[in-house]
């Protein structure tokens, strides 16, 4: 894995952080999952890209577990103040972006990859849970607190900032490449 070249694609692509990922420092936590439970955010239950459907803690660990690294791409975006809501809109808007075409470049070259995104999936206006197949199995990807793990932990971890200062926000992305 040529880490450079990954964090130029992934420049490329619209992030504007990056950091190599090592995955014998992920932990997938019940914890986590019991705040997913909690339905703060509304999607529990409600996305083939959320739990309880996206898959258990044990199967996220033995799928982390043929990796050994990746990396980890942030979009921070500077707020006018806390109550920016357009700002954090839109660098919401970006980070989707940026990693649906960053998982697009990456699948050609890690065909086996393991992402783990931010939010919810948003590829659909209605999700097909649980009625129906999931439309696009290939392009759909759980979270990373979906998957049980603690961003802020993650990034800390691994020698990223996930803290870049007042009136920020960072939306972080992970990718297990090899
Ligand atoms: S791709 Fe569509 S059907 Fe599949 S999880 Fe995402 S929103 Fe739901």
């Given at each position: 894995m040529d880490y450079g070249k990954l964090q130029a694609l992934a420049a490329e692509c619209g992030f504007n952080n990056f950091g190599e990922l090592d995955a014998a420092k992920l932990e997938f936590l019940p914890e986590v999952r019991e705040m997913c439970a909690a339905d703060k955010c509304h999607m529990y239950n409600h996305s083939?890209?959320?739990?309880?459907?996206?898959?258990?803690?044990?199967?996220?660990?033995?799928?982390?577990?043929?990796?050994?690294?990746?990396?980890?791409?942030?979009?921070?975006?500077?707020?006018?103040?806390?109550?920016?809501f357009e700002g954090m809109t839109d660098a919401a808007a970006r980070h989707k972006e940026a990693f649906e075409t960053l998982r697009g470049k990456l699948a050609g070259l890690y065909p086996e990859m393991f992402p783990m995104g931010a939010g919810g999936c948003a590829i659909c206006p209605e999700c097909t849970y649980p009625d129906a197949p999931c439309r696009f199995p290939d392009r759909a990807v759980a979270s990373m607190e979906a998957c049980g793990l603690v961003v802020s932990r993650v990034c800390s971890d691994n020698g990223v900032k996930y803290n870049h200062g007042k009136d920020t926000l960072a939306y972080t992305a992970a990718f297990l490449l090899e």
């Open positions: 083939w890209a959320c739990p309880p459907a996206c898959g258990t803690l044990g199967e996220m660990r033995e799928r982390a577990a043929k990796y050994t690294r990746g990396i980890l791409v942030q979009t921070v975006a500077q707020l006018e103040d806390s109550f920016d």
